[in-house]
């Protein structure tokens, strides 16, 4: 590990002017390349106090032995270096989206005498035009397949080609109208020439022209009554219109644009575009990335951009390119489209309309793809079985963890607490096994608390199940030890689940879900959360589960007793599993917590009646039209809502009488108070209390 004052360049060396820097290590290899507006002022961050660096950016600086710098003109020769060297170094410290090799294009090969359509992949070659990408090359074939009996372009390889050529006979796509036949002289190499230059602009999206071309001369050939030349080109039509169905429109003013999306978390990136040609979506691509260093969306954005139009020159850069963040500054990166292109490029980020829903598809897709990227990887059973082996080694397990429950908690502002345990063995997700907690202990935001108050609840409940058979020995004093937590105490979570000296197995005889043990308890945080949960399953003599945290910013892992955390190396199988595990627990509970706090802002005063279920408060609501009238109803009038009877009755009329009364409306110009309605003779006044007994009943004791 190098010390970077050994190679940090003298005062005044470094130039206050634009350019390009390299790190290389020891053995000269160029580890990271960077651009800046100011090189002196950009390479001094690198040589601060290495307290103060981004942990990613530290080992760039400690792994360097030297910085090296070329000085440019602009920031936009800045950036076309920036790219060169990147390509041409590879360095490792770089964000370096993994290769799209794999996309199939349509290809055109205009450089050829005798233009050939196919399927290409890998690097684009000089004077071929391309289209796409698509998804699979199917679907380049079956659009090819049906634009051939329209544009009979030659298709087949060179040999094909040359065989034909020699024996002065077609192949079976030539018999059938689906080649011109250039290979045994039918059309000319001109005439082939053109041909092609029409299925590229077809393909490129210029086709109202042709279809009305198209379509006169049909009308032409009807009124001449050559019939069957008129069928071939209404065929013709019907082909060229069903290959343009397989792109949906998605901007009706004919756009040609490029859409970025990028999704992130604290190691990796997902790129997805959209390629929007006349408005129609002509092909879609997505790569990922590790975040090596630290980078903001805009950083992300930009380096997608230079990997997109780095080796493309004129209309291959569309006019505009939507974005979800700018780079910072944006102005060279838009100069240097606008370079490539030839004319001026928009690049923004999309506000309101038809293609701010287009956006939002696709950063939909770019969150689809990093989750199937992490997916992809745990589902590997070689995968998953390094990654628990990796978690054993590094806490020093007995065994790979097979059962990890993990722990979140969630609240806004320290409202609506709740938590979540979600469940993985053998490093998949155990849906079934999944808890909601609400935080019933105390009120307010305090997470350490919250979290010692859930694992107590879980690990109680455990014990439960072992003293009722028998296998628990110590557990009647651990409980009786440990200051409020009897057997006796509140559910476990929410209303409505059996309490803890109920039967822990199902009918079948299976044990419920807190009936197993995990070997591995794994929390969302730091240090005190870490030593809240051990402290927790301390208190109730649990002495054989693992604990750890996972703090989100370092992704650092927390042992307890331990004042520094065990640093997991990023590309550890057994960091992505902890992580997945988090990212799920944090997911769980942030969603049950929307969820209470979306109720909680619904609620009505009929929702503090217990027993009463939302059937029923609807069948109220809609016999009385409102609240209000609810309000002022007698005893007899709500026992006629069918289902209710009087003692329910009885106990929303409690509820309501207690429920404070809305504001009454009052009249700005006379101070008269306005009362909607008129109140139901048989109720009463609006200030009187409500009764239990029947109207005659009531005029007697008011009197």
Known sequence: MADPSSYRPKPGQIPDSPGVYRFRDEHRRVIYVGKAKSLRQRLANYFQDLSGLHPRTRTMVTTAASVEWTVVSTEVEALQLEYSWIKEYDPRFNVKYRDDKSYPYLAVTMNEEFPRVQVMRG??????????????????????????????????SAGVFKNAARTGRPCLLGYIGKCSAPCVGRVSAEEHGELSEEFCDFMAGRTGTYLRRLEKQMMEAAEEMEYERAARLRDDIEALKKAMEKNAVVLADATDADLIAVAEDELE??????????????????????????????????????????????????????????????????????????SNVSLRIPQRGDKKALMETVERNAQQALVLHKTRRASDLTTRSRALEEIAEALDLDSAPLRIECYDISHLQGDDVVASMVVFEDGLQRKSEYRR????????????????????RRFRRYIAEKERTGEWTDGENALADTPGTSLADAPLTDAGEAPLTSSLKDDDGRPKRFAYPPQLVVVDGGQPQVAAAKRALDELGIDDIAVCGLAKRLEEVWVPDDDDPVVLPRSSEGLYLLQRVRDEAHRFAITYQRTKRAKRFRAGPLDEVPGLGETRKQALIKHFGSVKRLRAATIEQICEVPGIGRKTAETIAVALARAASPAPAVNTATGEIIDDEEPDTTAGSPGDPVTTGAPEERRGQET
């Open 437 to 456: 907690f609400q935080i019933k202990g105390f009120e307010g935001q305090d997470d350490v608390r919250s979290m010692h108050e859930v694992i107590t």
């Open 123 to 156: 690097h684009k070659k000089k004077g071929v035009r391309y289209f796409g990408p698509y998804a699979h090359a199917w679907a380049i074939r079956d659009t090819v397949d049906l634009l051939l009996r329209v544009f009979p372009v030659r298709t087949c």
């Open 269 to 342: 990136a997902a790129v997805q575009i959209f390629h929007v040609r006349g408005g129609r979506v002509r092909g879609q691509r997505g790569w990922v990335t590790d975040k090596v260093e630290d980078v903001t969306t805009g950083a992300l954005v930009e380096h997608a951009l230079q990997q997109l139009y780095g080796e493309e020159r004129g209309d291959s850069v569309p006019k505009e390119v939507l974005v979800p963040a700018l780079p910072e500054p944006v102005e060279p990166v838009q100069e240097w489209l606008t370079e490539r292109r030839g």
